[in-house]
């Protein structure tokens, strides 16, 4: 049984009519003819009562067409989906965030692609940079928004898509708060609270580098392992931190953000895809994710 078949048998239950039918679908009448009796015989059953005069349905013609069409129709969408999925437009996507990519990089991403591509299912987790890692290089994760850098992982594909300046943040109430401007030797002796190394190691070595690199060695107070954590214990004056500024924008807390007059490195966050495990809606979202 073919679809080409169910196709025309569906057309001729429609209109009654073998010789209208055939121009419809352009195909000739004596083809259109063999294809209907090659259907009645894989059925087993006589599907239409045909004369000179006039061509009627069969009680099973009847009960075929019912059941041809729904399954047409299933078909038919499943032929789309597939087609979708091929394409990058279907499938569920598992996508991992650092609190700092979420209040406006991954939201705006996420809500334009939604926009484009409904049919793809979005599966948004908070989760830090180091369990990222491991969950793309394991299939858990399909794409990573995190803090870089993140060292040497073969397995993973990841490119930089935002990029802003360190500032320090002090409490508002600091000798230096009402600075716009500082230099890092100036805070040299002061309590920090820093990034937990546990949970982006790259990040946490870049952090103490550039302390290093003016001469620094702090007095670590407290880690966190979310940067907006740094910023809630600076406000509580637990310690100063070196923080990206748009999470001072965002912050509530009663601190302020200085601008370093030192020569450093700026604050990075990457998308990262697995080599490995790569649907082709993975790399939908990563090629439209870099275009915007």
Not at 57 to 67: E, I, K, N, P, S
Not at 85 to 95: D, S, V, Y
Not at 174 to 182: D, G, P, S, T, Y
Not at 254 to 280: H, L, T, Y
Request: hydrophobic share 45%; aromatic share 6%; net charge positive.
């Amino acid at each position: 049984m073919e679809i080409r078949q169910i196709r025309s048998f569906l057309s001729v239950a429609e209109t009654l009519h073998f010789g209208r039918t055939a121009e419809l679908i352009h195909l000739s009448q004596p083809a259109l003819s063999l294809q209907i009796r090659g259907l009645e015989e894989e059925v087993g059953v006589r599907l239409f009562d045909r004369n000179r005069r006039k061509t009627t349905l069969t009680a099973a013609g009847a009960a075929f067409r019912d059941d041809a069409a729904a399954a047409l129709s299933q078909l038919e969408q499943a032929i789309r989906r597939a087609r979708l999925a091929a394409n990058g437009k279907l499938g569920l996507l598992r996508i991992g965030f650092i609190s700092t990519a979420g209040s406006e990089l991954v939201a705006d991403i996420v809500r334009q692609f939604g926009e484009l591509y409904p049919e793809v299912e979005v599966s948004l987790r908070n989760i830090l940079t180091a369990e990222q890692v491991r969950m793309l290089e394991t299939g858990a994760l399909d794409i990573g928004f995190l803090r870089l850098p993140i060292g040497g992982h073969s397995a993973l594909d990841v490119v930089t898509v935002h990029r802003e300046p360190f500032v320090l943040v002090v409490p508002s109430s600091h000798k230096l708060a009402k600075r716009k401007r500082v230099r890092l030797c100036e805070v040299a002796g002061e309590n920090f609270v820093m990034y937990e190394r546990t949970w982006a190691p790259g990040f946490h070595d870049l952090m103490f580098g550039i302390l290093r690199d003016a001469g620094i060695v702090p007095n670590v107070t407290q880690t966190a392992g979310e940067v907006p954590t740094l910023i809630s214990l600076v406000h509580s004056r637990v310690g100063i931190t070196i923080a990206p500024l748009s999470v001072v924008k965002h912050s509530v807390a009663s601190v302020v953000a200085c601008n370093i007059v030192d020569r450093i490195p700026k604050s990075e966050i990457g998308m990262a895809v697995s080599k490995r495990f790569r649907a082709a809606v993975v790399d939908n979202f990563r090629s439209f994710a870099l275009k915007i």
